[in-house]
């Protein structure tokens, strides 16, 4: 299997922490998002969106993280992505809602007008009209990961168990760190994080 990915791609870090807590040989290949790489017409016929991850598995490809984390836990039968069909359905759920709401406005309302040049209002008035917004949002999202999905001493997302979900948000709640966001109003998130950090994967990953 190839990976195609950077590794600065939140969306990129979960399916790498994934396949190496699972022992997944894959043959990865760094496309520059940097220089614009991604942008060429050489990695549009790749992947016609011209964003990463992709994944190719023979003549098989696959251009959706969320979708990848689960064909790769199929692939493996990993007990990531449980087999019960309401068990199931709850880690599709989540990761769903992660992609979603959650990631809308904590990811490209919040983070990306603060780090991507591209993202810039065109004035100083409307971009931090902009970014205003965004930490609005981002908390009302915040909360509802804090007390409602970990609430009640949840030790994952799903549950008790470790499920892709988790590797998914990981990868996005990470972004909190690259804006300095103090997670310590979110115990029961800043609980989850920190379990999140502590594998064995996350630091090389």
Known sequence: ??????????????????????NIAMDKHVVDLMTGEHLKDAYGSINPSHLVPVLEDGDF??????????????????????????KRARVNEIMDWLNTGFYRDFGYGLVYPQVFPHHKRRSDEAHAGCIEWGK??????????????????????????????????AGMVSLTELIHCDLAQYPNLARWYAGMKARPNWTKT
């Open 136 to 169: 609005d949002k981002a908390k009302f999202w915040l909360g509802v990961l804090d007390k409602q999905l970990l609430g009640s001493g949840k030790k994952y997302l799903c549950g008790d168990e470790l499920t892709i979900a988790d590797y998914f948000a």
């Open 1 to 22: 299997m190839k990976l195609y990915y950077h590794p600065v791609s939140t969306v990129s870090r979960p399916i790498l922490l994934f396949a190496a807590d699972s």
């Open 61 to 86: 490809r696959m251009t959706e993280s969320s979708a990848i984390l689960k064909y790769l836990a199929d692939k493996v039968d990993s007990a990531a992505y449980p087999k019960d069909l309401k």
